[in-house]
C-alpha cells in the first residue's frame, strides 16, 4: 500500500543516498530478503507449479504439463478427447469476480471519498481522531469480522429481527448468500484502503485552489469535479486499486458470506489447495493467470501515471 | 474618515466599507481583525491597503471577495449590498497570494476557465482568452502547465486569469511578495499599466510602503484592524496625520514640544530638546502649553557648521551611514543654548538627517563634529495622538 501512495508524494532527496554508498547494501539486506523470500520465491513456485502434472493424492508430480492451462481455457468434453471448444465455467467466474471487484470498488469510492474529504478538512488536532475511528475494526480479525456480518446479515440476525419488530418488513429479508451480501463483505473489509489514500491526497490539496474556483464562478459540485477530483486523482486511482485487487482475489467474504453457487476467483484458488480433491498445478495456474491480469491493470495505471507526470500535452 | 461616512449613498464608488468590523470567534480567545472600518474606493481607482502583517488587510480583502463572513457592518459594490452573496455571486475576482493556478489544467485552459463558468459562448471565450495572454505577454505560453513557468509567469498568469471575466472590481493579495526583486520592480509598472489599460479597479494589499507609494491613486494605512489614514502618497508621506502613519511610512524625527503662541493658521512651539522656538503650519484647535508631537522627515533637517546663530539647534554627530544616494547623520541634541550650558553634553534626543550626496566624496562631517542643526520652513507637522 505504501508504495503506490508513495508515488504520488515527492521523493527524498536523491544526495543523501550517495553519501552512504558503500554501507548501502548491508543496511538493504533485510529488505532484499523480506521481498526474495516473501515474493520472488513464492512467485516462482507457484510459476513453476503451474506447469507441473497433478497428483491425485494431492501435490504433484514434477513432470512438465500445460495440462492446467489447457484446462483454464478449453472444454474437451467428458474424457478428453472431443475437439476443443472454449471452456466457458471459469471465465464466467473471472468474470463475476471482476463485476464484483468493480462495484465494491465504486461503492467504496462513493462512501470512502466523502469520509475523505470530511476527516482531511476537520481541524488538523482532531484528524487523527477521525482516522483512528476509521481503523478501529481493523483491531480484529477479517475471519471474525466477517463470520460476525454473516450473523448480522442471516435471515433470523439482528437486521431481519430489528426490521421484522419495528414492523418495516413482512418477511426477513434473504441476505446472506446472494451478491448482495458479497458486496457488505467485500466494502466493509476494503473501505479504509479507500479513505487513507485519498485522505492522503485531500489532506495535501491546496484548498486556495478551491477558492479561486468560487471566485472564478463555480458552483460547489462544479468546484468539486473540475477542481478538486482531478487534483486528488492519483490518491484516488491508488485506493481503487488497493481495494479493487484484493476484491477480485477474496475469499473470505465470497466463501462466508456468497455461498456456493457466488463462486469467485478466490474460492476457486482455495478449492484446489484444500484437502485430498485439489488440483494444485490448476490452482496455481489460476493464481497466474489473475497475476497477469493484474499486472496489465497496474501496467496501464503506470502508464497513465507517466503520460501525467510528463504534462503539457 | 468623515468624508468616507458622508458619501456612503453616493452610488458612484466603486466599493463602500460601512462600519465593518470582523472577529474571529474563538472558545476562549476571539480575535478583533477588523474594528469598525468605514471608507469608500473609488471607480476606476488603484487602492492600496497598505499595513503591518496581521492588521487586518487580507481579512478585509476576502471578505469583500465573499470568503470571510463579516460581523457587523455591510459592504456595498456600486451601491448594491453584497454582504450576503458567495463568491461565485460577486462580480469581483482575486489574484491569490499564492496565485493559486489550477496545476491539471493549461495556461489557456486557467485563463479560460472563469469564463467558461460565465457561459460565455466559445468564439469569445477564445478571443478574449487570447487577449489576455497578449496583454500579459504569455501567448507563446498557451499550452503550458503552471509548474512549467517560473515565478513571474505564474504570477502574470494568475493576473490574466482574474482578470479575463471583467470583473467591476480587483482584488491582489500582496501579489508581488514571492517575486525577487528586480521582478517586483518590474512588476508595479506592469500592474499600473494594466490598471490604467483594463480600467478596472483594483484593490492592492502589500505590507510593501514603496510598493504603495509608488503604485497607488489612493492608500489606506492600516493597524490593528483600523484605518489610520487614507490619501494619496504624497499626502500620507508628507501629512501623516499620527505617529502609526509618521514612522511605518518612510524615516520619521518626531519631536516633542509645547505650545506657546497661537496665530490665524499656525502655532508657535518650543522644542523640548534643543528649545529652539518653532512656527507650524495647522488648522487644528490648539491651547497655549499643549504638550504636541512634531515630525520632521530627515531629508528636511539641514546639517551646518557649528554656529552661534540663536535660531539653529546644536548638536554633535554620532553616526555617519552613507546610503550611496544620501548619507545619513545621526546628531544628538544639546541642551538649550539659552542657558549658557553648551558644553557639548548631550540631552539624550536623537535626530536623524539626511544629505543627498554629490558624487564628490560624502559629507564633510565627521563622527564627533560640533554642528548646527536647521529645521525647513513648512517642514514640521503635528501628530494626533
Ligand atoms: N482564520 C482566522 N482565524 C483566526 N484569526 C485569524 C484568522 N485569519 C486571520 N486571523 C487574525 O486576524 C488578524 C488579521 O489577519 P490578516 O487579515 O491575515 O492580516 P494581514 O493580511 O494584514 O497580515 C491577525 O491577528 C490574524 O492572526
Ligand atoms: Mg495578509
Known amino acids: 500500500m505504501a508504495g503506490i501512495i508513495n508515488q504520488t508524494s515527492k521523493t527524498t532527496d536523491g544526495a543523501q543516498t550517495s553519501i552512504v554508498d558503500g554501507k548501502q547494501h548491508i543496511l538493504l539486506l533485510p529488505a532484499w530478503l523480506i521481498i526474495g523470500v516473501l515474493l520472488v520465491i513464492p512467485v516462482i513456485l507457484m510459476l513453476v507449479y503451474s506447469f507441473l502434472t497433478q497428483d491425485f493424492r494431492g501435490g504433484v508430480i514434477w513432470e512438465f504439463s500445460l495440462e492446467a492451462y489447457d484446462q483454464f481455457f478449453f472444454d474437451r468434453g467428458l474424457f478428453g478427447d472431443e475437439p476443443p471448444s472454449i471452456e466457458w465455467t471459469y471465465i464466467g467466474i473471472f468474470w463475476r469476480s471482476f463485476l464484483q471487484a468493480l462495484f465494491a470498488m465504486i461503492f467504496c469510492f462513493l462512501i470512502g471519498f466523502p469520509t475523505a474529504y470530511f476527516i482531511a478538512t476537520r481541524a488538523p488536532q482532531s484528524r487523527s481522531f477521525w482516522l483512528f475511528l476509521v481503523t478501529i475494526p481493523y483491531w480484529v480479525n477479517l475471519l471474525i469480522r466477517t463470520v460476525s456480518m454473516k450473523f448480522l446479515i442471516r435471515d433470523n440476525g439482528p437486521i431481519n429481527t430489528w426490521l421484522l419488530s419495528g414492523g418495516i418488513i413482512d418477511e426477513p429479508i434473504s441476505m446472506i448468500n446472494t451478491n448482495f451480501a458479497i458486496q457488505i463483505g467485500l466494502f466493509y473489509s476494503y473501505l479504509p484502503f479507500m479513505v487513507l489514500p485519498i485522505y492522503a491526497s485531500i489532506e495535501r490539496y491546496n484548498f486556495a485552489l478551491s477558492e479561486a474556483a468560487a471566485d472564478l464562478y463555480s458552483s460547489r459540485w462544479v468546484t468539486l469535479f473540475k477542481i478538486v477530483i482531478p487534483s486528488v486523482k492519483p490518491g484516488i486511482i491508488a485506493g481503487c486499486i488497493l481495494v479493487f485487487i484484493p476484491s477480485l482475489g477474496a475469499f473470505l467474504a465470497p466463501d462466508l458470506l456468497g455461498g456456493a453457487k457466488n463462486f469467485m476467483i478466490g474460492s476457486l484458488v482455495e478449492e484446489q489447495f484444500k484437502g485430498q480433491a485439489g488440483d494444485w498445478p490448476f490452482g496455481a495456474a489460476v493464481s497466474m493467470i489473475l497475476l497477469s491480469i493484474i499486472m496489465v491493470i497496474l501496467l496501464f495505471y503506470a502508464r497513465a501515471q507517466i503520460r501525467q507526470n510528463d504534462g503539457g500535452h | ?385
Do not use: W
Not at chain 2, 221 to 248: C, K, L
Not at chain 2, 260 to 285: F, Q, R, Y
Not at chain 2, 339 to 346: A, V
Open chain 2, 1 to 385: 474618515m468623515d468624508k468616507a461616512k458622508t458619501a456612503n449613498n453616493n452610488k458612484t464608488h466603486a466599493i463602500d466599507i460601512l462600519s465593518v468590523t470582523k472577529i474571529y470567534p474563538h472558545r476562549t480567545h476571539p480575535v478583533t481583525a477588523l474594528n469598525d472600518i468605514s471608507f469608500a474606493i473609488e471607480d476606476n481607482e488603484f487602492f492600496t491597503l497598505l499595513g503591518p502583517s496581521g492588521c487586518g488587510k487580507t481579512t478585509l480583502l476576502r471578505m469583500i471577495g465573499g470568503f470571510e463572513g463579516i460581523t457587523k457592518g455591510q459592504i456595498q459594490l456600486y451601491g448594491e449590498d453584497i454582504s450576503t452573496l458567495q463568491p461565485n455571486q460577486r462580480p469581483i475576482n482575486t489574484v491569490f497570494q499564492q496565485y493559486a493556478l489550477f496545476p491539471h489544467l493549461t495556461v489557456f485552459e486557467n485563463v479560460a476557465f472563469g469564463l467558461k463558468r460565465l457561459g460565455r459562448d466559445r468564439a469569445f471565450i477564445q478571443k478574449q482568452t487570447e487577449a489576455m495572454l497578449e496583454l500579459i505577454r504569455m501567448a507563446d505560453f498557451a499550452h503550458r502547465k503552471p509548474n512549467q513557468l517560473s515565478g513571474g509567469q505564474q504570477q502574470r498568469v494568475a493576473l490574466a486569469r482574474a482578470l479575463a471575466p471583467q470583473p467591476k472590481v480587483l482584488l491582489l493579495d500582496e501579489p508581488l511578495s514571492a517575486l525577487d526583486l528586480k521582478l517586483r520592480q518590474a512588476m508595479r509598472e506592469e500592474l499600473k499599466d494594466i490598471q490604467k489599460k483594463t480600467g478596472i479597479t483594483f484593490i492592492f494589499v502589500t505590507h510593501d510602503q514603496e510598493e504603495a507609494l509608488t503604485m497607488s491613486d489612493r492608500i489606506a494605512v492600516m493597524s490593528n484592524g483600523e484605518v489610520q489614514q487614507i490619501g494619496t502618497a504624497t499626502d500620507i508621506y508628507d501629512h501623516p496625520i499620527n505617529h502609526f502613519v509618521a514612522t511605518f511610512i518612510g524615516e520619521a524625527n518626531i519631536l516633542s514640544a509645547s505650545v506657546t503662541k497661537i496665530n490665524k493658521n499656525s502655532i508657535m512651539a518650543t522644542l523640548a530638546a534643543g528649545g529652539g522656538s518653532v512656527e507650524v503650519a495647522t488648522d487644528l484647535a490648539m491651547t497655549k502649553g499643549q504638550k504636541i508631537s512634531l515630525m520632521i522627515r530627515p531629508e528636511r533637517v539641514k546639517i551646518g557648521k557649528a554656529s552661534r546663530a540663536k535660531s539653529a539647534l546644536s548638536g554633535v554627530v554620532q553616526s555617519i551611514s552613507y546610503l550611496g544616494t544620501d548619507t545619513q547623520l545621526h546628531v544628538s541634541l544639546n541642551a538649550r543654548q539659552e542657558t549658557e550650558l553648551n558644553t557639548g553634553q548631550s540631552n539624550g534626543e536623537i535626530i536623524i538627517a539626511r544629505q543627498q550626496n554629490h558624487g564628490d566624496g560624502g559629507s564633510p562631517f565627521h563622527k564627533g563634529d560640533a554642528v548646527s542643526v536647521t529645521i525647513a520652513e513648512n517642514a514640521l507637522r503635528i501628530l494626533q495622538d
